[in-house]
């Protein structure tokens, strides 16, 4: 029995050393470490509410997520000025009526990274339960939106777009895969690609920015590899695309479009 316990306690601490060495600058003072569960989320920190299976962050600070979520939630909905950032480190999370994630309210601005070494899944389901709201993709974001990390990331939307942003829509890093039945990826204000793999599927458009307003409605890829197969436009912009130092491939197939 005292061997068995000692074995538990090392993998213990083998765990936390492995988990240190994969994200370091977790250590840092005030992150959150949040488990998420269909059967109660841990989640015991100030400015972290919990209702059932739904998550929501109402401070800025840094919070990482683990576990999964089959018919649940993550909402960022803070009132005080200061980022928040998302560390995914092997998240699944389905939301049967709305976006798995979704960013209500945050300034300046959400970015998420995507942990090394890990896989994270969000899923929407067909019908939501506010279709009015115009609140329309797996990731929906009213602010600023940054991804980035060396780790993986899978979309599937099956209501409408994969990830949209209200503001900017940045990547900086990970393997992300966005399938859609319409939009794949939307930034009303620009879309920018610095770094990553990024593959979109969508019905309708692949990447898009819709800002009319003369200094915005632009996509700028400036590194990483893009693929795109879609039922409409690739890239579709109100005012300015450029690419630059990457490599992008695009296929259009009718027979996507719905």
């Known amino acids: 029995m005292k061997n068995n316990r000692l074995r538990m306690i090392s993998g213990f601490i083998l765990l936390l050393c492995v988990i240190g060495l994969v994200v370091p600058a977790l250590a840092q003072d005030g992150t959150a470490w949040i488990t998420l569960a269909d059967n109660g989320i841990e989640a015991n920190y100030t ?69 090394e070494n890990y896989e994270n899944v969000l899923s929407d389901g067909a019908v939501y339960a506010d279709p009015q709201s115009k609140v329309d993709a797996v990731i929906f974001s009213k602010s600023d939106l940054t991804i980035t990390g060396k780790g993986s990331l899978s979309v599937k939307g099956a209501y409408r777009d994969g990830i949209v942003s209200k503001d900017d829509l940045r990547f900086k890093g990970g393997k992300i895969s966005v399938e859609a039945v319409h939009n794949g990826i939307c930034g009303k204000d620009a879309v920018e690609i610095y770094a990553g793999d990024i593959t979109v599927h969508a019905g309708n458009d692949g990447i898009k920015s819709t800002n009319d307003d003369p200094e915005w409605g632009y996509i700028r890829i400036e590194g990483g590899t893009v693929s795109i197969t879609c039922g409409d436009d690739p890239l579709k912009v109100v005012h300015a695309l450029s690419v630059t130092n990457s490599t992008v491939n695009v296929k259009v197939d009718a027979s996507l479009k719905k």
């Open 47 to 115: 400015g972290v509410q919990t209702e059932g299976s739904r998550l929501t962050i109402t401070q800025p600070g840094e919070y990482v997520l683990t576990g999964s979520l089959s018919n649940g939630q993550i909402v960022v909905d803070s009132e005080e000025d200061g980022k928040v950032k998302l560390y995914f480190a092997g998240v699944s999370i389905h939301c049967e009526d709305g976006p798995a994630v979704y960013i209500k309210k945050c300034s300046p601005r959400v970015s998420i990274e995507l942990t």
